[in-house]
Structure formats: C-alpha cells, structure tokens
C-alpha cells in the first residue's frame, strides 16, 4: 500500500468516534490474526464443467437450437 494510500485511511479512521475506531482495530487485527485471505479468484467455469462437457461443444449452436425450440413451441402456443 502507498504511504499517500496510508496516510488518508489512517486520517479517515481518527476522524470516527472512539467506539467505532476500537472496533475498526479489532476487525483489522482479526484479520491479520486469520492470516491471508485464500485466493479469491472466480473458479474457472471450464474447470469445474470440463469432465461433463465435450472439448468440442459448441455453445452458441446449442443456444442457436433451445431459441429456435422455444420460437417454434411459441408460434405453435398463439392461436
């Protein structure tokens, strides 16, 4: 983190009460108590479906064909 970054939290955390900059500390050092945060990246969708999706599976098509079911059950609903 910057020193300038620093410096405005720090000036922002003595502008709150008292009571509020106690539990402001207590969150920060419950945090560094638990140690760093695990990854949070966003899981890679192909990683997780790879085993039930074919490598060659198309995406668009199949979108292609469940529109093209959905326009047709739609005309075939309209009297």
């Known amino acids: 983190m910057s020193s300038a970054r620093l410096l405005e939290i720090d000036r922002q955390a003595a502008e709150l ?3 509020e900059q106690r539990e402001l500390l207590t969150r920060i050092a ?3 108590e638990r140690g760093a945060p695990a990854d949070e990246r966003p899981a890679s969708l192909r ?3 790879s085993p039930p999706v074919p490598d060659d599976f198309d995406l668009d098509e199949a979108l292609r064909d469940a529109r ?3 326009t047709r059950k739609l005309d075939d609903a309209q009297p």
């Open 47 to 49: 990683g997780i479906w």
């Open 17 to 19: 009460p008292l009571d």
């Open 68 to 70: 093209g079911s959905w």
């Open 30 to 32: 419950m945090r560094v």
